[in-house]
């Protein structure tokens, strides 16, 4: 089953339930995929890979919204996004911890030769597709600096 239908089929259950944090991050995520799929040049149907990224831009604005209504001290709109955000994680692919993601790092820079932060470029390219949908792009950058600076 895609993630079109899986979203679908909760959508039914989270009306059925009255579940509205379930039911506003599912509306959330099929207007996202609906947006995708009729982009200018886009196929007939998306990829796996693009329904990842389209869940992760997904994640990181909810992530920089509850941010934001935390430092202007609003905890109701905190929470709605909060409620949306861990809605929305639940379909993609388990993250990477910090430590996998360093052990991969350092055997990208191995395979590289990378020596210094003139590299980086060259060391985040390989990595990030690698890690695609596992791992998040500050968390990924962070670490590569701290091993090539």
Do not use: C, F, W
């Amino acid at each position: 089953m895609s993630l079109q239908q899986t979203i679908d089929q909760d959508i039914k259950s989270a009306m059925l339930s009255k579940d509205s944090a379930g039911l506003r991050g599912l509306r959330a995520i099929k207007a996202a995929l609906l947006l995708a799929k009729t982009e200018k040049g886009a196929e007939e149907g998306i990829s796996e890979e693009m329904e990842i990224k389209v869940l992760q831009k997904l994640v990181k604005q909810r992530k920089e919204s509850a941010d934001i209504y935390q430092a202007q001290n609003r905890p109701d709109l905190y929470q709605i996004e909060n409620e949306e955000l861990q809605v929305i994680e639940t379909y993609l692919p388990q993250q990477m911890d910090r430590v996998a993601i360093t052990t991969h790092i350092k055997d990208a820079i191995a395979r590289t030769g990378a020596v210094s932060m003139k590299d980086m470029g060259k060391v985040m390219g390989i990595v990030n597709k690698e890690l695609s949908g596992k791992a998040d792009g500050k968390t990924i950058s962070e670490v590569v600096k701290e091993l090539l600076g």
